[in-house]
Structures are given as C-alpha cells and as structure tokens.
C-alpha cells in the first residue's frame, strides 16, 4: 500500500481519487485544493448560475459524506506551494506550513484565465470567471449592471453575453479575430454564432483593437476602442483563454511547454512518480497521431482522470476516449465531438439560419469531428462512429432526409 498525494480539487483531482478507489486502491488518499470549497462543476457559472436558476450548493460535485465514507482525505482551502522527490518519499508543504509525505504524486491543478495586458484591466468592474468566487463577484454586479462589454468571443464570452442579454442588458462582444470562437469550430459555426447573438441583440465586433478600459478613477465606464470610440460598460467580462497551471510541474523540473504539463497516454509526466490530468495536461492526441493536444473540457478532465488513476493503480490502459464538449449558449445547444485541428474539408447538415444544423470535419476524406447546433441526432452518431473508427461519407452527410447513424461505414 502506498500514499497518494492529489494536487488540485477540481474536477480531475476528484476523478483520480474517484477512480482509484473503483479501482481497488485500499492505500490512503490525499486531496488538496486551494479553494474554500470541495470539487464541483465550473460549466455553469457561466450559464445557470448568472441567468438565475442554479445556487452554489447543486454545483458541489460529491456531498461531503462521500469522502468520508471512501477515505478520501478532502482539504480545501489550502495551498500546495512546494514539493520535494528527492528523498525515499516525496514531501510537499502547502502555505499553512504543513507537511504532506506520500508516495506518488498526481498533478491536477487546471487552468487559469489568460489576465489582459493593457491600461485600466485593473479597474473595478473588470472582472474574469475560473471559479465560484469570480461567479459570486459577477453575479452580485449582475442585477445592477445595464451595459456588459465581453472581452474575447469564446465559449465562456459567449455564455455570459447570452445570459446578460436574456437579462435584458446592453452587451458588446469584442473579438480580436475576425471570426468568433476560432481556434475550436470553422467560419461557418462561427458565422452562425456571430449572426445569432446579434439576431438576440447582442453587438458583435470582430477585428476589435482594444486600447484600454476607462473608468471614472475606480470603476469601470467603459472599453475604448483604437480610433477613440468608447463602449460602455458597468462590468467587462474578459474571457481570452486559459494558460496551464503547471507551478509546482515546473518547480519539479517536469516537461512543460508553455506552462502544460507533457504526459504520456498513460497520463505519466516525463516523471513517471507523477501523473498529471485535466486542464493543465498537453497530452498525445487520443484519437491517435503525432499531435500533442490540450483539452479543456469536463470530459477530458473526467476521462483522463481515470486512466492516471489505473495507471496509479497498477493498470496500463492508454488514453483513447473519443474528446467531446458542450456551449449552451441562449437557446442554443452546441455540441462537438472529436477534434478538428487539421481538418481539409467541412460539410454543412441543414440550414445554419434554421438556427439546427451540423458542420462534419474531414482529414484526407475521413471523419474527424463535428458541431452541431440544437442537432442532437447528427452529434450521437459522429461520436459513436469516431469511437468506433468509423467514417461517414463526405458526399452523403449533407442529405437531410438520410440520418446520420444509417450511413456509418468501416473506413
Ligand atoms: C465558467 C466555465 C465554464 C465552462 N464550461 C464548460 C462547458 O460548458 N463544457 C465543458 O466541457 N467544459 C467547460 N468548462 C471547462 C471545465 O470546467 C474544465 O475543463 C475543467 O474544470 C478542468 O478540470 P481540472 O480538474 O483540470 O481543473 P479545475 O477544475 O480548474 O481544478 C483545478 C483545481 O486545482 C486547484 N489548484 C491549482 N494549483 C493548486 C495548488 N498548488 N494547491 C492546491 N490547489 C491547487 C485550483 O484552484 C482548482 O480548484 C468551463 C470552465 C469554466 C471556468
């Protein structure tokens, strides 16, 4: 019997000691996390919990009894700030002072949001959203607020601009890009999403150059535009990505790039004592491939998680889930499976402006990924052949009448 030591209590963190125990592991387990509260789910903050209809406590992911009862040792508010692998066992010392010994370390510390650089970010009223204490902050301005600048048109830019407008606010998004949402869908998922948060009401600017935020001394006004315009604003949401938390990876001389912590499919780092899940992970493809890919989804975190886990265990399973990710985004449900970094071709299922429709990715004529908006059907069957190494003929996807499912082929 050996000791884990869990770094991190999100959503990773909590699948590794989850799983270590389905998988028989009877030593003792240490989760620690530097926030005030035990794991839970990050997805609705930016969706239910602004728009009103979900409060802290359904967020929680595990109730506190479930620790007890799998002798899962849950230390929240607390900081690991150090670790040492040098001596027969590792040590680490979180910033209370104490010190945790263990025999294998995992590493699931996430993500945090990428901070603006430029003149007024620091006003109040600027606000981003990683965790429960950034949504509590957002929330108890929202109520208030008759104008919301996004900075940054990504999911969590979106997600947030759609609830502000359901709340009957004034809300610009500022993208950088030409597009929104570019680095995860194709222009036509991203036209569609320009079109439909302005047919709600919201204003879309692309190619926005921000020069600084304003305020009147303290707080926010506005969001300044190079050419001098200003956009009001009581808060700005800036939602421009993620950087990897990879500290303690760093401080342990682990493989990093850009902060990512590097693992294998068996979610070792270039230390096989530590293993490393979730957010703050570059990890190989799990489709297959050369490519190194970083994920930033529940389900990654979730399934990733598990295959740390038996590799804690003792069972060497490769990583090969099939990634998947959801938006909701107004009444809009967007779902995308597999990944379509590298894609050569798309096909688009049905009309974008019936607000139902699926945008399929190829590489070299063979199925890689999907989107699709309020397409529920489209989005099970290309998970399903994806896991199953299965294609779709590029020249057929596009027939309304023929579900998706019935034209599943070997590739
Ligand atoms: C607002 C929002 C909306 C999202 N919506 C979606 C969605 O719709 N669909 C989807 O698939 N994904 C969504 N995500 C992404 C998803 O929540 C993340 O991919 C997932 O939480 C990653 O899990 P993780 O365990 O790697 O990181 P996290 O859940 O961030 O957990 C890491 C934890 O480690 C802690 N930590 C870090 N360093 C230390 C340390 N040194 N000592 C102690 N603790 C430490 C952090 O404080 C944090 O609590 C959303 C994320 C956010 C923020």
């Known amino acids: 019997m050996s000791d884990v030591l869990i770094v991190g209590a999100g959503q990773a963190g909590m699948q590794i000691a989850v799983s270590l ?5 009877e030593g003792r387990i240490e989760l620690v996390g530097e926030e005030p509260h035990g794991p839970y789910q990050r997805p609705p903050l930016s969706k239910a919990f602004l728009h009103g209809s979900a409060d802290i406590e359904t967020l929680e992911l595990r109730a506190p009894s479930f620790y007890v009862d799998n002798k899962i040792v849950m230390v929240p508010d607390e900081k690991v700030v150090s670790i040492d692998l040098s001596g027969e066992r590792g040590l680490a010392v979180t910033d209370t002072g104490r010190e945790i010994h263990f025999d ?4 699931a510390t996430g993500s945090t949001p990428r901070r ?18 950034d949504a509590v902050e957002l929330k108890n301005r929202w109520d208030a607020a008759a104008s919301v600048v996004v900075i940054g048109g990504g999911f969590i830019g979106l997600e947030v601009a759609a609830g502000a407008r359901m709340d009957g606010k004034q809300v610009t998004v500022l993208e950088a890009a030409d597009r929104l949402i570019a680095r995860a869908v194709s222009p ?13 009401g919201t204003s879309v600017r692309l190619s926005a ?19 001098g315009e200003v956009v009001p604003a009581d808060i700005v949401m800036v939602g ?10 760093e401080q342990l001389g682990l493989e990093t790039v850009n902060g990512a912590i590097v693992v294998n499919e068996f979610a070792e780092t270039s230390d096989p004592r530590v293993i490393a899940a979730g957010d703050a992970v570059l990890l190989p493809h799990p489709l297959g491939g050369d ?13 990733q998680a598990k295959t740390a886990a038996k590799t804690l265990a003792g069972v060497r399973e490769p990583y090969r889930a099939v990634p998947w990710f959801w938006s909701d985004q107004a009444d ?9 970094t590298g894609y050569d071709q798309t096909v688009v299922r049905g009309t974008p402006d019936d607000e139902s429709f699926s945008v399929l990715y190829y590489r070299d004529g063979r199925l890689i990924a999907i989107d699709s908006v309020n397409a529920v059907s489209d989005y099970m069957a290309v998970r399903k052949a994806l896991g199953s190494g299965s294609t779709i003929p590029a020249e057929l996807a596009h027939n309304l009448e023929t579900p998706l499912k019935t034209l599943v082929v070997d590739s």
């Open 21 to 25: 125990r389905d998988n028989g592991f």
């Open 104 to 107: 294998k370390l995992a590493l």
């Open 116 to 133: 603006l650089p430029i003149e007024g970010a620091d006003l109040d009223g600027v606000l981003y959203l990683r965790g429960i204490a």
């Open 188 to 200: 036509e998922t991203s036209e569609f999403y320009r079109a439909a948060h302005e047919r709600r």
């Open 209 to 227: 150059k921000i020069s600084r935020i304003v305020g009147d001394g303290t707080k926010v006004t506005g969001v300044e535009l190079d050419g």
């Open 240 to 249: 421009i990505g993620v950087i990897a938390r990879g500290e303690l990876a």
């Open 291 to 303: 490519a190194q890919v970083r994920l930033e989804s529940v389900q990654n975190a979730v399934d």
């Open 332 to 340: 809009l449900k967007l779902q995308i499976g597999g990944l379509s």
